[in-house]
């Protein structure tokens, strides 16, 4: 009887053991989809904060608007992006510094010490709560106040770990977690969340879990809330070794920070970490690369540092693995290829003992085909040498002229400013010596031969590059481009990449232009072509008929 108890029970776990496992499958899916939308999400946060902005563009706020405003653009940006809502809220802290209102001052001060505290800065969060007057305010700021301060102890201790500090920031997070719960109402969030992380640290991981799990279902996924209590469900589970139980809530807190653009976070991390210890060293990687980009993108401080533990220890193990693959091919080309040869042995000996006339037929077969390919390639330089003596042609006939021209106007100066100097009109001397005008004249003349030059050479060069573009950023041409004998500054960039000038610098000199102006102009231009990663190479493939 004994023996068949335990056998039922042990199916009973074996089947909800795989029944989480399936779950968390289906997770993993959900959180790769979320990932693979990584920049649609982000473009749908952006586009609700713009919106908010644009709201109250051209309007005039009074004191008390503006803090609400400032207030609310710092809740969109708390866990998307450290620099902007530090922003908002360091208004808000310095316009009431000195105002008097302590409940306002204390609840802006508050959040600002949270994304000090996010990023690392310890320090400067503790003196600005400094600066709070506790007895000042009502409870509401007070339990703010405190959980900040529990919060800020909380990311003290991580920085701690394996030190003999570590157990002094706990007692302290213990110490603001009772303050809270003595003033937090029973049924809010700041009392269970507090109540749950006081006794999970006393030791009574069961009842922290079981009160966490029964405030959950009241939450919504995709909220701050819900990604926090999931990711500390997370926390519990992993204290008692429940790795399945852990990895779930890692994965519903990962899946809440994707969905509502939370770039704050700390479970994909971990999850990376999860799937290291198990083998999944593609997966790790893959989930370590995006918690490596969402805590540069929020400019989080701790969280680079927490990637950066493991990264080598992930790296090292995805190298290792791809090594060991890399053998695996080799060592599977090699026999491959030997095999190959062998086969190919004994076809060459077959043939050559019962077909002779037939192998000499391939033979020639293939000889022809290597001649017909070079000789296609032979047809190829030609044409390359063709095209290189006609654009030598033309540019050296262009630039003798444009030289002798330049020297001609520059020796008529030349004439003119010596006897200026010589009849002492300074003053006209001066003007003549100050004015842009001879340069800018000679840059037009370089402008106007070099776009003939090119144009000759390739005549249809604009209508080549329309093709290249989307229909609605494609230049303006006459007759398909064939009979157009100016180039714009964009067309003039273009012209010298098909020359094979690249540099911008070079460029640049070539154009008189700054190297910042060329650089914007290729970066337009890449983002209007149709295929963006490729589009300078097929400038560069631009025939010259």
Do not use: W
């Not at 968390?24 to 902005?53: C, F, G, M, P």
């Not at 701050?224 to 807190?253: D, G, N, P, W």
């Not at 090119?454 to 494609?474: A, C, D, G, W």
């Amino acid at each position: 009887m004994i023996r068949q108890c335990i056998i039922l029970i042990l199916m009973v776990l074996t089947t909800e053991s795989r029944a989480q496992q399936a779950s968390n499958r289906q997770l993993y899916q959900t959180l790769d989809s979320l990932i693979e939308h990584y920049d649609q999400l982000t473009a749908d946060k952006e586009r609700r904060v713009a919106a908010i902005k644009e709201g109250v563009k051209g309007i005039t706020l009074t004191a008390e608007q503006q803090y609400d405003l400032n207030q609310r653009l710092y809740d969109e940006y708390v866990a998307y992006k450290f620099d902007s809502a530090f922003y908002y809220i360091d208004k808000n802290v310095k316009a009431l510094r000195k105002s008097g209102n302590h409940n306002r001052f204390a609840a802006s001060a508050v959040r600002m010490a949270h994304i000090l505290a996010v990023t690392g800065l310890f320090d400067r969060a503790r003196r600005l709560l400094d600066e709070v007057a506790v007895d000042s305010i009502n409870d509401q700021q007070k339990i703010a106040f405190y959980n900040q301060q529990s919060e800020l102890n909380l990311y003290r201790s991580e920085m701690a770990q394996n030190t003999e500090y570590f157990y002094d920031y706990i007692q302290r997070v213990q110490y603001y977690r009772q303050l809270v719960i003595q003033i937090a109402p029973k049924d809010s969030y700041d009392y269970i969340f507090n109540q749950a992380t006081y006794i999970c640290e006393a030791g009574d991981t069961n009842k922290a879990i079981q009160m966490l799990e029964d405030y959950l279902l009241k939450l919504e996924e995709g909220t701050r809330a819900y990604s926090i209590v999931t990711s500390t469900l997370a926390f519990f589970y992993q204290t008692k070794e429940m790795q399945q139980q852990q990895e779930r809530y890692l994965l519903l807190s990962a899946i809440s920070d994707e969905r509502c653009a939370i770039r704050e976070n700390n479970s994909l991390r971990i999850l990376s970490e999860i799937l290291m210890n198990r083998g999944n060293n593609d997966d790790a990687y893959r989930y370590l690369l995006q918690a490596i980009s969402e805590a540069r993108f929020y400019g989080s401080r701790i969280r680079m540092m927490q990637v950066g533990r493991m990264a080598p220890q992930i790296l090292q193990l995805y190298d290792a693995e791809r090594t060991q693959t890399q053998q695996r091919t080799n060592l599977l080309l090699a026999i491959i290829s030997f095999i190959s040869l062998v086969l190919a042995g004994i076809i060459v000996y077959t043939l050559r003992l019962y077909r002779k006339k037939h192998a000499a037929g391939l033979q020639i077969i293939e000889m022809n085909k290597i001649l017909a390919k070079h000789t296609e390639e032979i047809e190829t330089v030609n044409t390359q040498m063709k095209e290189a003596n006609r654009i030598k042609e033309e540019y050296i006939g262009r630039f003798l002229e444009l030289s002798s021209m330049l020297l001609s106007n520059t020796e008529q100066r030349m004439k003119q400013l010596n006897r200026l100097a010589r009849e002492r009109k300074l003053e006209e001397l001066y003007a003549e010596l100050k004015t842009m005008e001879p340069v800018n004249t000679g840059i037009r003349t370089f402008h106007s031969h070099f776009d003939t030059a090119f144009l000759n050479i390739y005549p249809h060069f604009i209508s080549e590059v329309n093709k290249l573009l989307t229909p609605e950023n494609q230049f303006i041409t006459d007759n398909d481009g064939a009979t157009a004998k100016r180039l714009t500054t964009e067309l003039r960039i273009l012209a010298l990449i098909r020359l094979d000038i690249t540099d911008n610098q070079e460029i640049a000199d070539i154009l008189r232009s700054s190297i910042t102006t060329i650089y914007t102009y290729r970066s337009k231009l890449k983002a209007k072509a149709l295929n963006k990663e490729t589009f300078e190479d097929d400038v560069r493939k631009i025939a010259t008929y």
